[in-house]
């Protein structure tokens, strides 16, 4: 069984209260527990503690468990020191990252720490405010003295939070592999890029589609939103979001699935590639020999090769590009106005919805037709 890890939230949180207990105590600590907020206990061991007067500082370890997190191992800092009045400051230091731009939870200029995170450092600090029996409140800065190289390697630049990582975390823990997190951070990407951009969307499985689209369309491959596997929860969010315009440039491996109706494409929850070639193909070849051969093909490319020498392809592929496009809609509820291109490394462009060069046209900036 894969183990899980803790949030830079939760790293931040630890700290801080290891800080605030230090300032009363007048000594350091060298473990601390809190609750993440889905209830489970973390106990860590506090790093390079520090005390002075009504101000001390300690450092978290973060750890990842099994998740292959860029920010494992880093050290997460907290310093806290004591006001008069009341209430609890939190805001980010060295190596947190600031926002730059809008659509995002935090104001533009602000520590790119996130709600959640902010709450559980303030509970943390104020129950040792109470125990204490102090009646002012604190400042609490979060740094992470690696975060600014470590965030080259995370979507903060996508999303204009420059200078630093993210504190983050909703649950308190990192759950390995978490389809969750990667779908949260495409949907803050979109918020981004709906904020600061436009409401005209292009939308792709990954960097082939993107750079398809700047080689053969003249699209910034910067615009587009990569989001993975899951097709369908960018298009929830993106309607959500408020894009009125969605183009999805992909390769007929991923999107050949949407034909099917499949919106998370990841090959562990359906593949169908070959069968839905071979079922359109059926409905335009009389040669069972043939939609046999496309049955036992591993790639897409190889079954778009007997595709093409049955002369079938441009009805096969037209069929499937309606076919996604139908699904594509329904998952939108028509929210948007949805186009699709579907390509091949091998043969270029496949298959093209009607709308898609004027969906080209406004993301290239031009006068929407």
């Known amino acids: 069984m894969l183990k899980f890890g803790f949030t830079t939230g939760s790293c931040a949180a630890a700290a801080a209260k290891a800080s605030a207990q230090m300032i009363f105590e007048k000594k350091t600590a060298e473990h601390i527990s809190i609750y993440t907020p889905k209830g489970i206990e973390y106990e860590t061991e506090i790093i390079d503690a520090c005390i002075d ?6 450092a978290v370890r973060k750890y990842s468990g099994d998740d292959p997190d860029v920010t494992n191992g880093m050290l997460i800092y907290a310093c806290v020191e004591l006001k008069k009045d009341g209430g609890i400051f939190v805001d980010g230091g060295e190596g947190i990252g600031r926002v730059t731009k809008a659509g995002l939870w935090q104001n533009i200029g602000e520590a790119a720490i996130n709600k959640v995170p902010r709450e559980m450092i303030a509970k943390e600090v104020q129950s040792v405010l109470d125990r204490y029996g102090y009646i002012g409140g604190a400042n609490v800065i979060i740094s992470a003295p690696e975060g600014k190289a470590i965030a080259e390697k995370t979507f903060n630049p996508r999303l204009g939070i420059v200078g630093g990582i993210s504190i983050l975390g909703t649950s308190g823990i990192v759950e390995p592999m978490s389809r969750q997190a990667l779908i949260d951070a495409i949907g803050a990407e979109l918020r981004v890029k709906r904020a600061n951009e436009g409401n005209v969307l292009l939308l792709t499985p990954g960097n082939y589609g993107a750079d398809f689209a700047e080689n053969n369309y003249g699209i910034d491959k910067d615009k587009a939103v990569k989001c993975s596997n899951y097709i369908g929860a960018a298009l929830d969010t993106a309607a959500d979001t408020g894009f009125e315009k969605i183009l999805l440039i992909g390769h007929i491996g991923k999107l050949v699935k949407l ?3 499949i919106m998370d494409t990841h090959s562990r929850n ?14 335009y070849c009389d040669n069972i020999k043939t939609v046999r051969d496309i049955l036992q093909c591993t790639t897409t490319d190889a079954a778009l090769d007997i595709i093409k020498d049955e002369g ?13 496009l139908f699904h594509i809609n329904k998952r939108l509820e028509n929210r948007a106005e949805a186009g699709i291109i579907i390509f091949s490394e091998k043969l270029g462009v496949l298959g093209k919805s009607d709308n898609a060069e004027s969906l080209i046209k406004a993301l290239r900036g031009e006068r929407y037709l």
């Open 53 to 58: 007067a009504d101000r001390a500082s300690c």
């Open 312 to 324: 079938l392809i441009d009805r096969v592929i037209a069929d499937i590009t309606e076919s996604a």
């Open 270 to 283: 359906a593949d169908c590639r070959m069968e839905i070639l071979a079922a359109k193909t059926a409905l």
């Open 259 to 261: 034909a099917g109706g």
